[in-house]
């Protein structure tokens, strides 16, 4: 009887605690969303290999993440493309390992971000660890983690408290405690970092409203991009980065595979810097060139032009949809898709 009761107790007790919880950081702006964890990129990474040569498996970095919208592409054109891109990341591991593992054939859109598809090619440098980890994720996961992760989604879509995001929008305990000031304890000088998008269990990714309508909120994404081009960081490895690349098209084409390159918009600060680190003579046209495939780049065509980058590199929600919109009607004018 004691130990029903204490039972009863202890449930009440625990739920009351998470309802305060939740309660607490709702009231702080936070709501209920998907982690783009490694569990979630693998998910995605498990359709490609099961993909007619019709499918479209999309890779890149945070802008191809944003800037093709998969609704836009699946109303245009029949089917969803599979979402492979990754914030932060060289798309190189990611085209690498469906490349040399997967029997795909089909067509890659292979969004290239020059300070991130030509970075490095070094296995222990951030661009390139972040996306390996991935995925060494989807080839080494067990069947308990594959469970665990279908059983977190209707949490994360239900609590808000439910987060893996690191920065200022972390809610795990070690996010939290790593926030405490504990005497002459020393921070990253990294400016706080926002998380501004919203993401679906597909990987699709838009834009939070907030950035177009909070100035203040969206400079603090800038701060942080001028925090990392500020420094002395190392140079872009165009050698390294284009020959891995390169070996591995020339993989893909004798496959019967198609690759499609883009270079998605930019502005501003952010565009000044790569013109003059990444300048598009000595590293986009010679890419274009050495591929040999179709490419886009935005400033050739007019209606992938004129968009609101609220914080320089990524497009607002609606005009994602326009950019894919437009960029689905150059690819079916040229016959591609």
């Keep these: ?41 693998a998910q995605e990474r498990s359709k490609v290999d099961d993909l007619s040569k019709e499918g479209v498996v999309l890779i890149g970095s945070s802008r191809v993440h944003f800037d093709i919208q998969l609704d836009v592409w699946k109303k245009m054109l029949g089917n969803k493309p599979v979402q492979l891109s990754s914030g932060g990341c060289s798309p190189l591991p990611f085209f690498h390992d469906v490349v040399n593992t997967s029997p ?33 994720h989807f080839h080494d996961r ?32 070690k996010e939290l405690l790593g926030k405490v000031k504990i005497g002459n304890r020393t921070f990253d000088p990294m400016p706080p970092f926002h998380s501004f998008e919203n993401i679906r269990l597909d990987r699709n990714v838009r834009m939070k409203k907030r950035m177009e309508t909070d100035t203040t909120f969206a400079n603090t994404v800038k701060n942080v991009w001028q925090f990392f081009m500020s420094g ?83 497009l607002s929600a609606q005009d994602a949809d326009i950019f894919t919109k437009e960029f689905i009607k150059i690819m079916k004018s040229d016959s591609i898709l």
């Excluded at 859109?109 to 980890?133: C, K, M, R």
């Excluded at 067990?142 to 920065?167: C, D, M, W």
């Excluded at 002395?232 to 595979?257: R, V, W």
Aim: negative net charge; aromatic residues 14%; charged residues 20%.
């Design 104 to 136: 795909y054939n089909g067509t890659i859109v292979l969004g290239v971000t020059p300070g991130l598809f030509f970075s490095t090619t070094y296995p222990e440098a951030p661009p390139w660890a972040w996306p390996q980890a991935r995925v060494n």
């Design 1 to 41: 009887m004691h130990l029903k009761k204490s039972l009863v107790i202890g449930l009440v007790v625990t739920a009351i605690s998470i309802s305060a919880w939740e309660l607490y950081w709702r009231s702080q702006g936070f709501s209920e969303s998907i982690d783009d964890n490694d569990a979630l990129w």
């Design 142 to 173: 067990t069947y308990a983690q594959r469970i665990n992760h279908k059983l977190s989604i209707p949490l994360q879509s239900s609590l808000a408290f439910i987060s893996e995001v690191e920065g200022v929008d972390g809610l795990n305990l």
């Design 232 to 314: 002395e960081g190392p140079p872009p490895d165009k050698e390294s980065t284009m020959a891995f690349f390169l070996e591995d098209l020339k993989k893909f084409k004798q496959k019967g595979g198609t690759v499609i390159l883009l270079r998605c918009p930019s502005m501003g600060y952010l565009r000044d810097f790569e013109n003059n680190v990444t300048p598009r003579s000595k590293f986009w046209d010679e890419l274009v060139k050495k591929a040999n495939v179709k490419a886009y780049h935005f400033e050739d065509y007019p209606q992938l032009q004129g968009f609101h980058l609220p914080e320089w590199s990524h």
